[in-house]
Nanobody
Framework: QVQLVESGGALVQPGGSLRLSCTASGTFRMLNAMGWHRQAPGKQRELVATITSGGSTTYAVFVAGRFTISRDNAKNTVYLQMNDLEPEDTAVYYC?????????????????WGQGTQVTVSS
């Protein structure tokens, strides 16, 4: 079982910054891509950013240079630095990771989600 625990969500004023963290724990052989998604009230969950184990990144168009994803492989942790936050960024932010693990003598792929952390941008 692989657990992802997010932290860093908060209430922040427009134009402010937040840094989200997500740490993976449990038994796994390798973590591959890690990423952040978000879900606003009444909307579908959407991709924010991803990062591979080698450090290659992808971003949603709406990030527009305001967010930066990074990871510390030694700590099994992914970060999302969010700057110049807008009210439209208000959402629950979820961490996601895929990788593989030993199960019953075989290597099995997994994809796990965290419980989410609330980000609210409001004056």
């Amino acid at each position: 079982q692989v657990q992802l625990v997010e932290s860093g969500g908060a209430l922040v004023q427009p134009g402010g910054s937040l840094r989200l963290s997500c740490t993976a724990s449990g038994t796994f052989r390798m973590l591959n891509a890690m990423g952040w998604h978000r879900q606003a009230p009444g909307k579908q969950r959407e991709l924010v950013a991803t990062i591979t184990s080698g450090g290659s990144t992808t971003y949603a168009v709406f990030v527009a240079g305001r967010f930066t994803i990074s990871r510390d492989n030694a700590k099994n942790t992914v970060y999302l630095q969010m700057n110049d936050l807008e009210p439209e960024d208000t959402a629950v932010y979820y961490c996601n990771a895929d990788g593989n693990q030993w199960l019953g003598g075989d290597v099995r792929n997994f994809n796990s989600w965290g419980q989410g952390t609330q980000v609210t941008v409001s004056s």
